[in-house]
Structures are given as C-alpha cells and as structure tokens.
C-alpha cells in the first residue's frame, strides 16, 4: 500500500468547521493519487470522546479528485459525489467537533483511503459496513492530524 499526502488548510480547524460556527466539513487537499484509483473514503475520529475512536464522519464514493471540498453535507447540493455514513453521535454525514470548556485541545485524525473501487454503500453506512468495503481494495493511504480548541 503507497502513501498519500493529506493536508488541511491548517493546523487547526476554524469554528466554521466547529459546532461553534456552521459546523461544515473542512476542504482536504491530495496528492499524488495513483491512476488507478477509482473512488476515496475519509474517516474523521476524535480520540477525546467517549470510547478513545470517535468517528466524525465516514464518507465514501468520493472520485479521485485531488481536493475533496468543503461544505460535504447530506441534504445540500454537493460538488463531487460522496454517501455518508452514521456517525458515532447517531447522525449521518460531519458531526461537527464540540469540546468542552477546559478541555485540552482535541487531535482530530483525518484517515483517507484511496480505493480501487467504488464500494456500493448506502446512505447512512456504518463503520463496519465501510471496514468491510475497504478490505482489500486500498491503494493508497494517508492520514493528517488537525487541533480543535
């Protein structure tokens, strides 16, 4: 499995990605992503929250694009297709983070994985269901950290 660069516009998220601002999925840039790549999954957990794996978001059937955009939420027009899964707070798409007050700062895990298909998910998939499409069928993997305060 080769390495893929995972990058974020920054070290931290800004409140718009926070449940302090909109609460949107935060814009993540790629590369290089091998031609054979057919689709990408991304995976968001909290190790802060209950159970050290909070999962933020799980999304899959994205295209091999070399930036999945901001803003990729269930119900809104999107620029690149995605599904989303259920998240551990029981909600489909990007449950934005919410530390609380005193709390050391969260380090969110951004994992994405690059596949060589298009796994045939549905709508609201959980964790297992992507585990199991992703088996293998990764190219590619890459990972960032991204601070919340």
Known sequence: ?????????????????????????????????????????????????PGCSFALWLAAGIPPVPVIPAGLEPGR???????????????????PPCPKPGDPPHQLTFKVYALDHVPLLSPGFSRAELNEALRGHILQFGTTIALVR
């Not at 920054?10 to 409140?15: A, I």
């Not at 999107?78 to 449950?95: A, F, I």
């Open 1 to 49: 499995m080769d390495k893929i660069a995972v990058q974020l516009d920054g070290p931290e998220l800004g409140d718009q990605h926070t449940c302090r601002g909109q609460g949107i999925t935060p814009r993540i840039r790629l590369g290089p992503l091998d031609p054979r790549v057919r689709s990408l999954a991304v995976v968001v957990i909290d190790p802060f929250e």
């Open 77 to 95: 027009e999107s620029p690149v297709p995605v599904v989303h899964g259920t998240n551990d707070g029981g909600t489909s798409g990007w449950q």
